[in-house]
């Protein structure tokens, strides 16, 4: 064993044998989990990742137990087991719950449990940031699924159409728990995706250059990217909508200038991403599962990686082929659905990789392996009846019928759920001390593919004789008796199937970051190795894409702590960072440990959002002023002192201290500062799309507020950034100057929060009122947007002086610092871009 | 249950359709329904193929010989399978589909019949003009010429609805503050089923309506007995109804031309009696479905807009529903 | 002793509490007699006890102006009819026989001041257990409570003299005809004309509708829903429900024949108040007000030609707020309320008050 060869390049490894004898008992300590009730201020990814799965799957039982409350009342005509009401409920929250609090949130946590051990990281790069996202997720979502049992759900279906979901035809607080609750679970979705993205791009293992990282970590990265773009679309909806239901702003009223077409654009522009947001990883896990139960490589691992790439792109050319029916111009339907087809490309090309891998190997009949062939079947069936919607004819028929009710099933249930299950069956080895049982595994199977395909398949001809969508009953005599009673037939026995799994996880499942069961499928990614609470015991060389078959021996070598860091050389949490591209060590990046306050955070965030949706406005507020003082009180350690330069072995030294852009944090703004942007963009294609549906709503030059108006407030903008260059500048000069800096900032900040006041103050006083028209609605809108980032910063810009009265900043500990920046500028430009398209755009078309 | 009784118990009823094909899309009563059916033959056709070469890939994968699996397991297999050949099925099918699409929109006949159709929760308000533009308003219930090319412009009154009559045509939506346009014709005298197929709220599901297609020249003269005003009461019981009518408040919601009744906001009232259904195609009409909608109709359609009549002696109630029975 | 055996005591001591009570309750030893008064710690303690909880209670809204002459005058008719027989009234000390409760109801001049107005509110709109006092017999009209907290603010400063004025108006007690059931039944507490007026003479506050010249039928329905509940009202149920079917008929024929006296105010019509009474919205499905209220509707509608425009604000109100289906006329009209805006009832209140009445 000594004789075999290490992964780095020089063949030699890292450290020398024995390795000292209390490194690993300190490995443990630093790492060690909070002990009893405690676990639940844990921040390890392996246990938040435990928690995420387990609630996401539970969310998906309580969907799944929606869905036959639903087949009952639909098992035969003119039932009345649900009454209308309690059914628009349900058939709301089905949707809801499944897309929001099941489907994005399961991938999201088997990225966040898989990634770090599969890409030989110690953890995520920001810990208390997931737990954070995984907590607001549990609370927000729970107290959202508990509206169901009091009445108070949300009806207006889960794409919200107004005017159906605005006040007039949705009083009461139902579409507003939606509108909250949803895009607030969106932004703890966002949370995630940052912390994907950073943890991919930046924590993986030396060596491992994206070419040779695995298609998992691929698509969980394209999945965030996605995330990223995709996401502020809904965010600006559920904004525009809740401000149009609370203060009667008219964003999509058509008799006061709105349009209702514009929610729709923006919802599926989300929406459409949304369906490969959670297909992606699904595929991703397919793609580690073929090669592991084939015992090959990936055939067409380039092609799958320029695929994935290319349906990410074009899943946001898509959206308006959910709007087939609208009455758009031909030509935009002919190019939409020449876009629809071209996304099934993409998909091809996947399929057919995995059936050459099939070809390349001998597949081991596994439970997992009948999830994938499953997976195979329904998910091809599903892309099939895709291309069918895509024909803009076809769908005038299709849409909105029972036929795209059974298309959308196969392809999400097809491509995410059979994947997922697929997915419990092969990892659960590398976390739990038993695998999950495979007769029982295999019986699941065959009870959920069949019952499925029973279920589902009629639908199919339901649709096209004739039944819609989203009716609570149907009259006798129109030929969809029979066929609506198999399909709930069908539910019942896919609902038998989930239930197995549940008894299997439940005798079989035994969590454990100790002595899993193993490498029992001989799969050939890092995840396989033995994973304990600190991940690897050394942090491996890679340079291959299933490093454990090029290297036999590497689990054990890792286990005995040759590669890098085999311990805690700071005697903090750390985990090694990368460069983006080639995988090249860059530094050591310490980790904050177990706390509450992102917990409490969490829960105020959730509490902040929810009682507002019942308008306990002061409570509240005090929940908004909480959960801010919580995630100041979390950040407050968060960025150590330098500890000097380290050694992680094989002659690499690493600093503990960077920034700029080797460091993570700096990542994690820049994507949050693309959000920002993202939302923004959307913000702009809102106002023009208005603009473009009613331009006599936009006043004439002479009506708009006199010119000095927005220049003074561009000159306040202006003043405001150059406070900030001059403050970068004095930062980076010497700490004496901490007095002036302290001033530059102060200045800067209130000429940013005068430059808000000052342009809202220009419209009010020229007469424009956001209920008047859609246009003002529109351009107050801009002001809550520009709000919103101002109000970031004043509270950033607070937390910088606090620390650097603490001494906690300084010229080269200038992190807090340097993002402040970051987003600073980006509001100073945001502001720009406003003010010339509120004041600058009607004078240009007026 | 085996997948090859899943078969047949799904195909029995496809085969049985013709006994009730009054509201679907694969049996077409229209030359747009018809156009979409066989590009919806040919999509199956495809798609079945596509679907067994997949399955056919499959399995000589996983059991075939080695050199069919080794000619498999390549990335040419991959981009033969992946991009090539879906690029060259798929480029075909859309330009048929965007030849259907531009024969479904054309307009053939510049002098269609017009007809204007409100959604309303949860009804359809169907409004025709006479040669000299006055309107000939009615509910839930449309007639058309056999033959003649119809130009339905559709609106809506509170929220999104959609204008579906899947034997004659695919489906357009209803926007409150736009009109859209959508073309169709019957090419045989029939009743034809519609139903609203954008969720609109509360009782989506029972907002139907039917077409009811006839020969041109009936056409006309329907038309023109529509656009009279209501026949006068005969009779004292009938007299009493129209009172009633009137003093309850009736008018105030419900037009009945040739009487002071003249409200806008629930359906046109001026020949429900002539009308093969009730509360958008939920009830036969009669007697009995006209008081137990006027007495009960929060049961029948929760949510709708008309509060419960519960004022009416039986005598009155019958009085009342007879009226609006004999208004035909 | 582990956790199973620290639980296990525990709901051994809870079942032997649950015993000993019901040991107590079933021997009889307690005495219920209400001729021996509380102990006088128990006295401290119950009296401790109610003061928080109303505290605690009372909700936080805003009351309406409590100093309108037509809410108290509402107001101390109620209390005459319902309050004064327990709590005696200016001029009338309360009864023996009220007295003798336990405990025994409290003399109001002077225990009014120290609760707010939402104390007292809670406490007219819910009553008290174990005391007597009892509830709203609705809970649903808010705005009759607040008239009786208003007047009950003016309680301790009222003369014997002002208070018969208030309560009684000018009622007397003489004939026995329909006009004399409409002025005395039992007694004067029954009295209609007390707050609705009488010929020539319309109500004194304008909180209280003009029956006069209403359809018959319309007036003897309307008594008939107060005194089942379907139409709520604290103040009218109790003396709805005092009126024999044949008294309900006559009163309702007697004011029906009455001529409409001319309006103590003239109200301010404006032109949307016509417009939506005439031809209502159509978008906001309203349908025109005067389809069903004008003099040729059914004889079960009312007329709203010249009535108090405060009367009719609160009674849409009170149908949008509504609960139950009520009446089979509340059924028609509560969906309809509900579609008004808080405007639109204030300009179609105010626009039928100016019309003049038409019998």
Redesign the interface.
């Given at each position: 064993m000594t004789k075999a060869k290490a992964a780095t390049p020089s063949g030699e490894f890292p450290h020398k044998l024995p390795r000292p004898k209390d490194e690993l008992a300190r490995l443990k300590e630093v790492w060690a989990l909070p002990k009893g009730w405690r676990i639940l201020s844990a921040v390890n990814n392996t246990v938040i990742g435990y928690f995420y799965i387990a609630t996401a799957f539970g969310f998906f039982v309580l969907a799944g137990i929606l869905a036959l409350l639903m087949r009952t009342q639909l098992a035969v005509p003119d039932n009345d087991f649900i009454g209308q009401e309690t059914y628009n409920q349900i058939f709301t929250m089905h949707g809801t719950v499944m897309m929001f609090l099941f489907a994005v949130p399961a991938v999201e946590a088997m990225g966040v449990l898989l990634l770090p051990q599969m890409l030989g990281a110690r953890d995520l790069p920001f810990p208390r940031l997931g737990a954070f996202a995984f907590w607001a997720y549990l609370v927000g979502g729970s107290v959202f699924f508990c509206t169901l049992f009091v009445g108070m759900a949300p009806s207006g279906g889960w794409f919200m159409y107004p005017p159906l979901s605005g006040e007039r035809f949705s009083p009461g607080v139902g579409a507003d728990f939606w509108l909250l609750g949803i895009g607030f679970i969106e932004i703890s979705a966002i949370a995630g995706a940052i912390e994907i993205i950073v943890g991919v791009l930046r924590t993986r293992a030396p060596g491992m250059s994206l070419d040779k990282m695995p298609i998992f970590a691929w698509t969980m990265l394209i999945l965030a990217g996605m995330i990223v773009f995709a996401f502020p679309a809904i965010i600006l909806a559920t904004i525009l909508l809740e401000l149009e239901r609370a203060f009667g702003w008219p964003f999509f009223i058509a008799e006061r200038g709105g349009d209702a077409l514009l929610w729709q654009h923006l919802f599926w522009f989300f929406g459409h991403p949304e369906v490969y947001i959670i297909f992606l990883p699904a595929a991703g896990m397919v793609s580690m599962i073929v090669p592991a139960m084939t015992g090959t490589t990936l055939v067409g691992h380039r092609l799958i990686v320029v695929a994935l790439i290319a349906t990410g792109f074009f899943s946001f050319g898509l959206w308006v082929h959910h709007m087939f029916t609208t009455g758009i111009p031909a030509l935009s339907l002919g190019f939409f659905s020449a876009a629809s087809m071209a996304v099934s490309i993409p998909s091809g090309i996947q399929v057919f990789a995995w059936i050459a891998t099939l070809a390349a190997g001998r597949l081991k009949l596994t439970a997992a392996s009948l999830f994938v062939l499953g997976f195979l079947f329904v998910f091809t069936l599903g892309g099939l009846t895709g291309v069918m919607v895509a024909m803009v004819p076809f769908d005038w028929q299709a849409h909105d019928t029972y036929f795209v009710v059974a298309h959308f099933h196969y392809v999400l249930v097809g491509g995410m759920v059979f994947p997922l299950f697929a997915a419990f069956y092969y990892w659960a080895p590398a976390f739990s001390r038993r695998p999950l049982s495979e007769r029982l595994g295999k019986w699941a199977f065959w009870l959920i593919f069949l019952g499925f395909n029973v279920a589902f398949f009629p639908m199919h001809i339901t649709g096209l004789i004739g039944m819609p969508r989203r009716v609570y009953t149907y009259p006798a005599g129109l030929g969809w008796d029979t066929l609506n009673l198999i399909s709930t037939f069908g539910a019942f026995v896919v609902a038998g199937g989930v239930l197995l799994i549940l008894v299997d996880l439940a005798r079989n499942l035994r969590p454990t970051l100790q002595d899993s069961a193993g490498n029992v499928w001989k799969a050939g990614t890092l995840e396989w190795m033995e994973n304990h609470v600190y991940g690897a015991r050394s942090v491996p060389h890679v340079d291959s894409r299933e490093p454990l078959w090029t290297h036999p021996t590497m689990t054990d070598d890792v286990h005995e702590g040759r590669y890098y860091l085999p311990g805690s050389v700071t005697g903090a949490r750390e985990t090694i960072v990368t460069s983006p591209v080639e995988g090249a060590p860059q530094c050591v990046m310490r980790l904050s440990g177990p706390g509450w306050a992102h917990v409490l955070a969490a829960v105020f965030t959730a509490a902040f959002f929810l009682l507002l949706t019942v308008k306990l406005v002061t409570a509240a507020i005090v929940s908004g002023v909480l959960a801010v003082v919580m995630i100041l009180a979390w950040m407050w350690d968060s960025d150590p002192a330098s500890a000097g330069t380290v050694d992680i072995g094989g002659g690499i030294r690493l600093p503990t201290y960077v920034s700029g852009p080797t460091h993570p944090a700096w990542w994690a703004m820049i994507v949050l500062i693309l959000v920002a942007g993202a939302l923004y963009l959307s913000y702009v294609f809102a106002y023009l799309y208005l603009w473009t549906v009613s331009p006599q709503g936009w006043p004439s030059a002479d009506a708009l507020p006199d010119a000095p108006g927005p220049a003074a407030a561009a000159g306040l903008l202006v003043a405001s950034g150059l406070a900030l260059a001059a403050a970068s500048r004095v930062l980076s000069r010497k700490d004496r100057f901490r007095g002036a800096l302290a001033a530059l900032v102060a200045f800067g900040v209130i000429t940013l929060v005068a430059a808000l006041a000052l342009d809202i103050w220009t419209q009010w006083r020229g007469g424009l009122r956001p209920e008047a028209s859609g246009y003002a609605a529109m351009v107050y809108a801009n002001a809550v947007l520009q709000g919103q980032i101002v109000a970031a910063i004043v509270v950033m810009a607070g937390f910088m002086l606090a620390r650097l009265a603490a001494g906690r900043l300084d010229g080269s500990r200038r992190v807090v610092f340097d993002n402040l920046a970051i987003l600073w500028w980006y509001a100073v430009g945001q502001g720009l871009v406003g003010l010339a398209l509120t004041h600058g755009f009607p004078r240009l078309v007026g | 249950m085996t997948p090859r009784r899943a078969i047949t118990s799904v195909s029995v009823p496809v085969l049985l359709s013709g006994c009730s094909d009054v509201q679907s899309a694969l049996a077409p009563m229209g030359p747009d329904a018809s156009r979409i059916f066989t590009l919806a033959g040919i999509l199956f056709a495809g798609a079945a193929v596509v679907m067994l070469i997949v399955l056919a890939a499959l399995w000589i994968a996983m059991r075939g010989s080695p050199d069919a699996r080794r000619g498999l397991a390549t990335d040419r297999a991959v981009i033969v399978g992946g991009i090539a050949f879906p690029t060259v099925t798929l480029i075909a099918l859309l330009g048929y589909g965007v030849w259907v699409m531009r024969a479904n929109i054309t307009p053939v006949d510049a002098a269609a019949v017009q007809i204007e159709v409100v959604g309303e929760q949860w009804w359809w308000r169907v409004v025709y003009r006479d040669a000299e533009g006055r309107r000939i308003e009615s509910a839930n219930e449309i007639r058309i010429p056999v033959g003649r090319e119809v130009e339905f412009r559709l609106t809506s009154a509170d929220v999104i609805h959609s204008f579906w009559v899947p034997n004659l045509a695919g489906k357009l939506d209803m926007f409150p503050g736009r009109t859209t346009t959508l073309r169709l014709s019957a090419d045989r005298p029939g009743v034809y089923r519609g139903q609203c197929a954008e969720y609109c709220g509360g009782a989506h599901a029972l907002m139907a309506m039917e077409v009811v297609a006839v020969p041109e020249a009936d056409f006309a003269v329907w038309l023109a007995t529509e656009a009279m005003p209501a026949p006068a009461p005969v009779g004292e019981t009938d007299k009493r109804g129209q009172t009633l009518f009137l003093a309850a408040g009736c008018g105030a919601c419900h037009a009945i031309r040739g009487t002071s009744a003249n409200g806008v906001i629930g359906p046109d009232l001026t020949r429900v009696g002539a009308r093969r259904f009730i509360a958008a195609a939920t009830l036969p009409t009669s007697r009995e479905t006209l008081a137990r909608v006027i007495v009960d109709g929060q049961h029948i359609k929760p949510g709708n807009g008309m509060p419960p009549f519960r004022i009416f002696s039986p005598g009155e109630l019958d009085a009342l529903s007879g009226y609006l029975a004999g208004l035909k | 002793m582990g956790w199973p055996g620290l639980l296990g005591s525990l709901a051994g001591l809870a079942a032997a509490g649950l015993c000993v009570v019901l040991l107590v309750a079933w021997s009889g030893i307690y005495n219920v007699s209400a001729s021996r008064g509380h102990w006088p710690l128990v006295e401290l303690l119950l009296r401790f006890g109610m003061e928080n909880s109303v505290e605690a209670h009372a909700p936080d809204i805003v009351p309406p102006r409590l100093d309108d002459p037509d809410l108290v005058r509402l107001g101390a008719a109620h209390f005459h009819t319902g309050c004064a027989y327990c709590h005696g009234a200016p001029g009338s000390p309360m009864s023996a026989i009220a007295r003798h409760m336990l405990p025994p109801p409290p003399e109001l001049t002077d225990r009014v001041d120290p609760w707010s107005d939402q104390e007292l509110f809670w406490i007219v709109k819910h009553g008290f257990k174990y005391t007597g006092m009892p509830a709203w017999t609705t809970q649903e009209r808010d705005d009759e409570v607040w008239a009786l907290v208003a007047f009950l603010r003016h309680l301790p400063r009222l003369d014997p003299l002002t208070y018969r004025e208030l309560a009684l108006g000018d009622v007397m007690t003489e004939r026995q005809d329909g006009r004399a059931i409409a002025m005395t039944t039992s007694g004067a507490d029954e009295a209609c004309a007390r707050c609705h007026g009488t010929e020539g003479k319309g109500p004194l506050s304008d909180l209280v509708p003009r029956l006069h010249g209403q359809p018959a039928a319309m007036l003897e329905r309307a008594l008939r829903a107060y005194a089942s509940g379907e139409r709520p009202s604290g103040i009218m149920k109790p003396i709805a429900t005092a009126l024999s079917p044949r008294a309900k008929q006559q009163v309702a024929d007697y004011y029906a024949s009455l001529a409409v006296p001319p309006p103590r105010t003239q109200a301010e019509a404006s032109e949307a108040g016509r417009r939506l009474a005439t031809e209502?919205d159509?978008?906001a499905?309203i349908?025109?007000c005067l389809?069903?209220h004008d003099a040729?509707?059914?004889a079960?509608?009312p007329r709203l030609a010249g009535q108090n425009a405060p009367y009719m604000a609160n009674q849409l109100r009170a149908l949008q707020r509504g609960s139950g289906?009520g009446s089979?006329?509340r059924?028609?009209?509560?969906?309809?309320a509900r579609r008004l805006s808080e405007r639109q009832i204030v300009e179609l209140s105010a626009w039928f008050a100016s019309l003049p009445a038409t019998p």
């Open positions: - | - | 209502g159509a978008t499905e349908p025109a389809s069903c040729q509707a059914l079960i509608y289906e089979a006329t059924a028609i009209m509560a969906p309809i």
